[in-house]
């Protein structure tokens, strides 16, 4: 057999080759980074279970918002965990709760960046589960009109995007009936239409106070063995209203984002979780990953995959390498 012509490694022999061959890229702009946002003053508190985040108090966003617009991310999502808690997680509606003035704090110090606000009730109820719980399971159609309050509240307060996180049925519907009557039609809403019960939320749990105090999410949040189910779940949040979808987590399910991208054609995103950073940051402290090329590896594995966007805890750490 003669010796073929065609030769691959021609294109992999120097750095400036690989980069004019390169099929896919990541720059900030396609990075969304989660902030955790508390009460008090002058708050800058480790996650002990993920290092490199803070909780941040409403006075100290406004500088890291101008850092975070600084580096060409894309914007941010806001996570609450507010002093007090009940039964219906009232202050995921509270237009003076911790999420509203944490995107008021940030519009007021970078106008133009963008602020997704997390729609959920796990941060505000005392029993930790996402929607109304009558000890047993959580009550799907009681639970819809609180998450659209919560969304009008978070809109009123001049999040640009709204994005259900709950795997209750019906959400997104009643997210949008609710934000049009309230002539916020023009607030888009990002549906976390494929969320799985997943073992790779624990380290957000801690940072956020909002593990269940009994039982588990296995009964809203979707199956890890099914994707099929998924792309079900993506196309009906899509009929009732849904501008943009998610997959969460990203790296354990890579072919459900794939088959979503294959499926539709709307921005798609994917949430690299707590549990796949922390992992891959425990691997880099040991000296057991490098870390520029896991992170690097990591986040082009999601966008390889057909993710449009990306919710990682890395995105300010990569952003600063790649702008150096």
């Not at 009732?240 to 987590?249: L, R």
């Not at 990591?298 to 966008?303: D, E």
Request: proline share 6%; with cysteine.
């Amino acid at each position: 057999m003669p010796f073929p012509d065609s030769r691959p490694r021609r294109m992999r022999r120097t750095e400036s080759l690989r980069r004019l061959a390169r099929e896919t890229r990541v720059e900030p702009a396609d990075l969304i980074y989660p902030l955790f946002c508390v009460t008090g003053s002058g708050v800058r508190e480790p996650v002990v279970s993920m290092p490199g985040v803070s909780r941040l108090s409403v006075d100290a966003l406004a500088a890291e918002a101008k850092e975070i617009e600084s580096l060409g991310l894309a914007g941010v999502i806001l996570f609450g965990i507010p002093d007090a808690k009940d039964a219906q997680g009232s202050g995921a509606w509270d237009d003076d709760g911790i999420v509203q003035r944490s995107i008021r704090a940030i519009k007021d110090a970078t106008p133009d960046l963008l602020v997704i606000a997390d729609i959920c009730l796990c941060e505000y109820t005392d029993h930790g589960h996402c929607g109304v719980f009558d000890g047993h399971q959580v009550l799907n159609d009681e639970t819809l009109p609180l998450l659209a309050k919560a969304a009008v509240s978070a809109a009123r307060a001049g999040a640009d995007i709204v994005a259900p996180s709950d795997m209750m049925d019906g959400r997104v519907a009643a997210i949008r009936d609710a934000l049009d009557e309230e002539a916020l039609d023009q607030t888009p809403i990002l549906s976390y239409a494929a969320k799985y019960a997943s073992a790779f939320y624990g380290p957000f749990r801690d940072a956020a106070e909002s593990a269940p105090a009994s039982g588990d999410r296995r009964g809203y949040q979707m199956d890890p063995a099914n994707e099929r189910e998924a792309m079900r779940e993506i196309l009906s949040d899509l009929e009732e209203g849904a501008d943009m979808i998610m997959v969460k987590p990203a790296m354990p399910y890579l072919d459900v984002i794939r088959s979503a991208r294959d499926l539709v054609d709307v921005p798609l995103f994917a949430y690299q979780v707590s549990g796949e950073y922390s992992m891959l940051r425990a691997a880099m402290e040991r000296g057991w990953l490098d870390e520029e090329r896991g992170m690097d590896e990591s986040l082009l594995s999601i966008r390889r995959a057909g993710a449009d966007r990306i919710l990682t805890y890395f995105a300010k750490d990569y952003a600063r390498r790649v702008r150096s």
